[in-house]
């Protein structure tokens, strides 16, 4: 009885302090939540700006001034799709991939591989000699197989570069099962507009399908039955960062104590928690079972998200709130909690850990998975700002322009419908009766009584149309726009009169605007495609059943940062081209080989297009042989049958 008794009080001595565990993470989203509210109130001011709205403050002042223009000049939204699809153009490209698996300057084998490959060679150059077995023979092998030592260097090299092809593929068909190219553009559009954008990457998930197959019954009848297929496979998931809830005081992912992420599920998702490993279902069902209508309160940012995409927000969500986080835990909670760690662990340290939290209770903690980083989160930012977490994106730096546009464009409608026509002066003592000032048209009279005759009954007076300086000031925060986004209005379709409208000119212009996206093409290397390129690397280092892509490999992105060189090359090469106009400069390059890599810096296969040597000679020698031939003709031609050859009658008479 009294172990019984015993096990009760330490199950609810455990019961407590994972309730403690709970309620210390819970209060720390709170200080984590609170601290983002004023990035928040920026990101909405971004959405709205790019969805063409008015703040709320502004469109109360201009309901109060009465009937006044409320026109948004929709140029956030243009620059926005410029900068998202520039960056899609550059990084998305049929002909190249936005990363690259390359072996280490000095590769390294499999020891063991090395090994054999060296006695293999050793004994072959025993044999070979005849003695295999005399002193100075043995001294002559060893002499011969320093000889060779550079060819096993370059045998290695070569196993090196065929892993990375192999692992190139591998990750390629990673990337297309997982979709990853439209879950990246997903976090892309959001950098753009919010200036930071999120992908998860690094943990796995599991991945049943179904297929059918052939089997044959104890009576040899034959037929089809459908199984179900599961495998792991890593995981890549595009992320909003309003779910995503970082230390206030780090500057980068690296720096970052902790973050969390929440999720809204519904009763369904949240039940298909209980079948993943980890989870305690136990407790997640008594959560369903007594708060039957969620536990989910809406935040601010998700009511005012709603009113601005014009979705109706009525009624309840009935669904749950589940907190993902990432970060540092006590070795003592991780053992009160029942996670396996060596007997001579320090308790005292702390973890890099992952735990789940439903309605302040943890519903499953475990040690990090995560080969090689402690947050499986990639936020890379469009603009990185000194000494801030989240970057800047497009509407932000455009949003003073924005405002001036606005203003002046509200202004000059409003003087335009004040000074379309003009304003009357009515002295209505001086009216007849039955007369109507306010009915207006043409030919009209105004009948009048009595008076002074010196003084009009009704005077007109035309407001000043001041168009001119309104239109000079929109224009000028129009190349305002243009300099602080650094997308010029001509890469999305504005022509201007002092254009360089030839097809070289658009070309260079295109490429020197290519030139200023580098900053941002470069964040998108460092904070989003290596990071997530390399856990794809590590799963396959660490799971991978092909053997032929492990090797002592290494990940480049090279993608964005390549074809912004590429585009720059193509510029170059046009403007070389456009030098050889003399025959003595056309002389003196291989003019073949100059097209041939213009055409591969612009994404064309030379191949298709241009010939090949064979059929170069080939034509010129037809060309060789019909002209022989037109030769051959004439000179028979020029013959009389007198003998005479090309003697013309005197003065052309017969």
Request: proline share 4%; glycine share 6%; net charge negative.
């Amino acid at each position: 009885m009294d172990e019984f008794v015993e096990d009760d009080i330490e199950n609810e001595a455990q019961d407590i302090e994972l309730a403690n565990l709970g309620a210390r993470l819970k209060a720390l989203y709170r200080e984590y939540k609170d601290a983002r509210r004023d990035i928040e109130a920026e990101w909405l001011m971004d959405l709205r700006q790019y969805n063409g709205q008015y703040e709320p403050d502004v469109i109360a002042r201009l309901d109060s001034q009465g009937a006044r223009s409320k026109v948004f000049v929709g140029l956030t939204r243009t620059k926005v799709m410029a900068a998202y699809s520039r960056i899609v153009d550059l990084m998305f490209q049929a002909s190249d991939t936005y990363f690259g698996i390359r072996p280490t300057p000095r590769p390294t084998i499999d020891p063991m591989k090395a090994m054999q490959m060296r006695q293999q060679a050793m004994q072959e150059v025993a044999a070979a000699s005849g003695m295999p077995t005399a002193d100075g023979m043995n001294d002559l092998v060893t002499a011969r197989m320093e000889e060779l030592e550079p060819m096993f260097l370059d045998a290695e090299k070569q196993i090196a570069e065929e892993a990375s092809k192999e692992m190139t593929i591998d990750i390629l068909d990673q990337l297309t099962e997982a979709n990853a190219d439209q879950k990246i553009k997903s976090a892309i559009m959001e950098a753009c507009i919010f200036g930071s954008g999120a992908i998860k990457s690094g943990t796995v998930s599991i991945d049943r399908s179904q297929s059918y197959s052939k089997v044959v019954n104890e009576m040899g009848e034959s037929g089809f039955a459908l199984s179900m297929i599961e495998k792991v496979v890593p995981d890549i998931e595009s992320v909003s960062i309003f779910d995503l809830y970082p230390d206030p005081y780090c500057t980068n992912l690296r720096d970052c104590d902790g973050l969390f992420r929440r999720h809204i599920l519904t009763k369904r998702q949240l039940r298909e928690l209980k079948d993943l490993p980890g989870f305690d279902s136990e407790e997640i069902e008594e959560v369903i079972r007594t708060q039957r209508k969620g536990d989910h309160t809406e935040e601010t940012h998700e009511r005012t998200r709603r009113e601005i995409s014009g979705v109706n927000d009525q009624g309840e969500s009935r669904r749950y709130e589940v907190l993902e986080y990432w970060g540092c835990i006590d070795g003592q909670d991780l053992q009160d909690y029942g996670v396996d760690l060596d007997e001579d662990t320090d308790l005292t340290q702390q973890f890099d850990s992952n735990v789940w939290l439903l309605s302040g209770k943890v519903i499953k903690i475990q040690l990090n998975p995560v080969m090689g980083y402690k947050i499986p989160y990639q936020i890379f930012p469009y603009e990185r700002s000194p000494h801030q977490f989240w970057g800047t994106g497009v509407p932000k730096m455009m949003r003073d322009s924005q405002s001036t546009m606005n203003a002046a464009t509200r202004i000059y409608l409003d003087n335009m419908a004040l000074s379309s026509g003009p304003m009357l002066e009515v002295n209505s003592d001086l009216l007849a009766a039955g007369e109507d000032p306010t009915d207006i048209h043409p030919w009209r009279v105004f009948l009048r009584e009595g008076g002074d005759g010196t003084m009009p009954a009704v005077r007109f007076f035309q407001p000043i149309a001041n168009a001119n300086g309104l239109t000079s000031i929109i224009d000028i925060f129009r190349r305002f726009a243009d300099e602080t986004t650094s997308l010029p209005s001509y890469t999305h379709g504005e022509q201007t009169k002092s254009l360089n409208k030839t097809a070289t000119g658009i070309s260079m212009l295109m490429g020197a605007a290519n030139v200023a996206l580098k900053s941002t093409i470069k964040n998108l290397d460092d904070f989003l495609v290596r990071p997530m390129v390399e856990s794809l690397f590590h799963f396959n280092m660490q799971y991978g059943t092909n053997e032929k892509s492990k090797g002592d490999l290494k990940v480049i992105a090279r993608g964005s940062t390549a074809l912004i060189q590429k585009e720059v090359q193509s510029q170059r090469l046009l403007q070389f081209m456009s030098l050889l106009g003399s025959p003595e400069d056309q002389m003196l390059v291989n003019r073949p080989q100059l097209l041939k890599q213009i055409a591969e810096s612009m994404d064309i296969d030379p191949e298709a297009f241009m010939k090949s040597e064979e059929e170069i000679n080939a034509e010129i020698q037809q060309q060789q042989a019909q002209q022989q031939q037109m030769l051959l003709a004439a000179s028979q031609g020029n013959q009389s049958p007198d003998g005479n050859a090309g003697m013309a009658p005197p003065n052309g008479v017969m």
